[in-house]
């Protein structure tokens, strides 16, 4: 099933030829699909303006085949990201870090798939020393299996060791890979982070030579199903991002289900966003479930997710899919857990069914690309990026600005200690 096959160009050659970062090349020697740097996405958003794309969490198959089916129609480029809870060591999803490229390479490949696709380990959660010392083995072992960026969220920790945690894993980064960090964990109207608090740490990475390529914020946001249509503060938002204006950083959106399309479209149009999380949603379309136009999954009056009947998979699967949730005391947002167990069980029906999963997630995704991101036709200007720099490393978007003196760690602790620490209640939000 080739889709874009007609659409390669002298230029997507070249880009295939010195785009692909080293571990690609080194994974996929003979592959044709343009994997790259998560660098090369945000420029590509940047060089548009006024646009992000997706970050589509692939936790299962039939997201990730949708995602990129939809991108080529889009002719924009993409992210397919996990997070550590849904991918990691302890992960509820059969998709995880160490196998999403091989899928998406055999998927592109399958599908001749052109746009340019950057593999994310999102959410990469430290929430202790333990995750510091586990992390320096891990995360090279993840780029070893084909990750091209990572988010170091570290934002669970007070401020000073949020910062010095992304301090002492940066090192085992690739300079060329796509780097976003967090500041205040992602929790809704508790504990919103502030412009005082994102400049401690993107100051503080300055300082040392680190420039992330994007910052996420506990912006209002949560992650999940929605009970409410509360969401994004985009002024918030625009005002963190306009503080951090000099040091070059572009937003990273989490949370993106549950927002409505106009307040989407404002963070793609007045914030620095260039990176929207998208992850809940994809994952209830695939199934079939009924959501509504901003992805929030409906309920019906006994407060049970409504199943449509003839999308995602078939009634008897969702049927023993509920079940087995009722067995294990699984409800609203725990859905999440069934992935897992339900992996091979979905990928063992008819052909027809499997494709009614990923279509719908194809649509919806190409909706959220050319109607609220902005992102179509970036595909281009992702491949443009490629030959300007004449590599896979685009390099730093900024430069160092601060003085590393005044970012030593006894000063830090110095620092942070004048910060505000009301960070709201604490949460289980890593994904």
Known sequence: MSLGRDKVTPEFQKALDTGRPPNIVELFPNSRALIVSGKVID??????GKAMTIAANGRNYFVIRGALRAAQRANAAIIIEIAKS??????YCAVNY???????DALMN???ITIPVAIHADHYGIKGEGDVEAAKTEIPSMFD????????DASHLPDEENLLANLTLNPHIPRWAGYETEVGEIKGKEGLSTPEEALFLIQGLNAHGIFPDWIALNNGTTHGIEASDAGIQVQLT???HQALAPYHISGAQHGTSGNNSERLRKIAGTTRTTKANVATALQMISWGVKVNEFGNALLDDNGEFVKVSEEGMTNPMWEEMVAYAKSQGLKGGNYKKLNL????????LPRQIRERMSKGVEDFVYELLMDVFNAGDTAPLAVEAILEAGSHDLGPKGKKIEDPAQWTEEKIHERASLLNRDRGQGGDFDD
Not at 145 to 152: E, L, M, N, Q, V
């Open 43 to 48: 420029r590509a958003m940047i060089k548009k």
């Open 86 to 91: 849904e991918g990691g060591a302890s992960a």
């Open 98 to 104: 160490w196998n999403m490229a091989r899928q998406v």
């Open 110 to 112: 399958e599908m001749g």
């Open 145 to 152: 299996a084909g990750i091209t960026s990572i988010a170091i």
């Open 238 to 240: 625009a005002e963190i």
């Open 341 to 348: 167990p339900f992996e091979n069980r979905l990928l063992g």
